[in-house]
């Protein structure tokens, strides 16, 4: 217990202090086994725990994402996919709202960044919105809670890293079981965003035309035709997931230059960019599975586990029970970590019950995705807060509603499995 005490107090502790959560990861594991072996050893086992937890082939298409993610956002893919949106449902009533829902479903699909999609939106869509006379909050609102749909939705690295927390799930398996999810999550924002657009009045625009409709489709087609050549290579098994986001990155490198929205002089800001976002990604998973790995030795994931199932044997209870730890949880910690470090506690007592390990993990990151728009930690929140120019204080309002439909559709994925399984079990 005193074992589990220190790294469960130091890592809060140092939490509360401002210290990063990576850096805080890493000092609660040194910490930690500090209590039951010597110095020098304590600080040579994390190391090498940090070292060997990073020397996965799977985690390559990582940083390799980011990249495509980094060359989308500055290559013009965003404008298409937000023209194509548009004319799709910019004639409706309040129509910028579902513009900003399906755009940010589109582009947070393709480049698997929600900060990417947030900021795009948000930079893009923000300024149209105010024009209009649309409520800065609400559109902010709408902005960060649909841009996590893209975490879901693949392809998408948290999925990547949850395959490797769990110990080699099939990464095609998981990446089409997120769509039925991610688009079920999309439609009941729409839904909250249709109550408020009717409550507020807005007008509606203009409609557009077939043949705007068709040209704007066929300007976004090539985007849109990425999710097909990355999804359909893994799934059919020509190529893997790290293959396919080397695939990406070229893919995306000659779109955006034969759009020419992108230029050489621009590629080192692309590339600088990359680097930061992985070397920030990496040491979470590096001092994540080290706290993986300090947990183990200490049997704290088997102690969970006995714990829960004395509470119940009954699945649906154990599953809420876990959700809201979840919910709490990912109010203070990123997801990469939380998915690495809570994967292997909970996954084993959720198995044991029956649950397939590709259900729990769309539902874990969908859980967490609520955590991204949560303060006091969510990076979405506070990206889509600053590209608003408004306060939290003032988001959190109109992001109540939102919250209720983000979790009303994670309780119909976690008792429905079949919202998450039907797809993969087309293509066993």
């Not at 893997?240 to 020419?260: C, H, K, M, P």
């Not at 969908?366 to 408004?390: D, Q, R």
Request: hydrophobic share 60%.
């Amino acid at each position: 217990m005193s074992e589990v005490l220190i790294l469960v107090v130091s890592f809060v502790v140092l939490l509360a202090i401002g210290v990063p959560v990576a850096w805080s990861i890493g000092i609660s594991c040194i910490l930690t086994i500090l209590a039951s072996i010597d110095s020098l050893a304590a600080f040579t086992t994390v190391a090498q725990r940090m070292a060997t937890g990073l020397d996965s082939f799977s985690l390559l298409a990582i940083p390799l994402f980011i990249l495509a993610g980094q060359i989308m956002n500055q290559g013009g893919i965003a404008n298409r996919l937000i023209d194509f949106a548009k004319a799709l449902m910019g004639a409706l009533p309040g129509g910028l709202i579902y513009v900003n829902v399906i755009a940010a479903m589109l582009f947070g699909a393709i480049s698997g960044s929600a900060v990417a999609a947030t900021s795009a939106m948000g930079g893009i869509l923000g300024p149209a919105m105010k024009r209009e006379g649309y409520s800065n909050e609400f559109g902010a609102a709408v902005n960060i809670t649909a841009s996590t749909t893209g975490l879901v939705i693949p392809p998408s690295n948290v999925l990547i890293v949850y395959s490797l927390a769990s110990g080699g799930v099939s990464i095609a398996s998981l990446f089409l079981a997120g769509y039925l999810p991610g688009i079920l999550m999309g439609l009941a924002l729409m839904l909250v965003a249709a109550v408020w657009i009717k409550k507020k009045k807005y007008p509606a625009g203009e409609r557009s035309s077939f043949k705007h409709i068709m040209t704007t489709f066929l300007h976004a087609f090539p985007s849109l035709l990425l999710l097909v050549v990355v999804i359909g290579g893994i799934v059919t098994g020509i190529f893997t997931a790290t293959e396919a986001s080397g695939i990406a990155v070229l893919y995306t490198l000659i779109l955006s230059f034969i759009n020419r929205e992108l230029k050489v002089s621009s590629l080192y800001s692309v590339f600088l960019g990359s680097v930061g976002t992985t070397a920030i990604v990496m040491l979470l998973i590096a001092t994540s599975m080290s706290m993986s790995w300090v947990m183990s030795y200490e049997n704290i994931p088997q102690a969970v586990s006995d714990s829960l199932l004395s509470l119940s044997d009954n699945i649906f209870v154990i599953l809420l029970i876990i959700n809201l730890l979840l919910l709490f949880v990912g109010t203070f910690m990123d997801m990469t970590p939380a998915v690495l470090i809570f994967t292997p506690i909970f996954l084993p007592v959720v198995v044991a019950l029956g649950v397939d390990p590709v259900h729990f993990g769309i539902m874990m990151v969908m859980n967490l995705c609520v955590g991204l728009c949560s303060p006091p930690v969510g990076a979405v929140l506070f990206i889509g807060v600053s590209v608003a120019n408004t306060t939290i204080q003032k988001v959190i309002k109109p992001l109540l509603p939102l919250y209720v439909a983000m979790f009303i559709v994670l309780l119909l994925v976690t008792f429905i499995p079949e919202i998450t399984l039907w797809l993969p079990s087309l293509f066993e």
